[in-house]
């Protein structure tokens, strides 16, 4: 990324983040006035509230879907505070509907083995029943507990094709298992789903003035 200024950036709020046991390698002097650079925050641990605020606040655009997504794939109970004062109520609203969504669309593709409904027609299968046996048993076993109980770190639906490819579906004929990995491929948009949700919740905090223009006021600027 190009070194480009913040301008006015209020040091007070900076240092609330930021250690200040070295600070004067991060501040760049202007026609008298002190700046804080893009690059030079890129190398804090800003955590993904104080980011989004940054963002938001200052028109670093490029910030706003990478924290908007971690934020979103993070568990609720490891929000702090400091990350809800960095937030706001409206950020905050608009993330809980998106991981809602997100949840709701991960145990709906749990509670059934994915698998089209004509695999009895899979080709070079003597046994499609066996077959379904062994698939519906990877993915429980292998799938849905990574959905459920989210590992770290996070397990995304639109890699679930891969991990299935991955798996050894032993006793399970190689035709089926192609012809069933086929037809996610190209029939299962059910995969997408939280992708897109996470582009909507993205995709509705850049639009809504949040990049130019707090919509209402931010505590730490009250």
């Known amino acids: 990324m190009h070194l480009r200024r913040i301008s006015r950036l209020p040091l007070g709020v900076f240092w609330c983040w930021v250690s200040s046991r070295h600070p004067f390698p991060f501040v760049h002097h202007s026609e008298g006035r002190p700046h804080i650079t893009v690059k030079a925050l890129e190398e804090q641990a800003l955590c ?3 980011r989004l605020y ?8 490029e910030w706003i879907p990478i924290a908007i997504r971690a ?3 993070s568990s609720l109970v490891e929000y702090t505070a400091e990350d809800h004062r960095n937030l706001g109520f409206d950020i905050f ?3 809980i509907i998106g991981m809602e969504t997100i949840s709701k669309v991960r145990r709906q ?3 059934v083995p994915l698998y089209p409904s ?3 027609e899979a080709p070079h299968c003597s046994d499609p029943s066996i077959c379904k046996s062994i698939w519906a048993d990877h993915w429980f076993k292998d799938i849905v507990i990574r959905l459920i109980i989210p590992p770290v770190p996070y397990f995304p639906l639109s890699k679930t094709i891969l991990a299935l490819r991955s798996i050894d579906h032993k006793g399970m004929h190689i035709n089926c298992k192609d012809y069933v990995l086929e037809w996610m ?3 299962c948009p059910g995969l997408e789903k939280e992708e897109k949700a996470i582009r909507q919740v993205i995709s509705d905090i850049e639009n809504d003035n949040y990049v130019n223009g707090v919509t209402t006021q931010h505590p730490l600027d009250a």
Do not use: M
């Open 185 to 187: 491929e190209k029939l």
């Open 54 to 61: 940054l963002a938001r606040r200052y028109g670093i655009q």
């Open 109 to 111: 593709l749990s509670a």
């Open 93 to 95: 609203n608009r993330l």
């Open 71 to 73: 934020l979103l794939l």
């Open 48 to 50: 993904p509230a104080q």
């Open 118 to 120: 004509n695999l009895d």
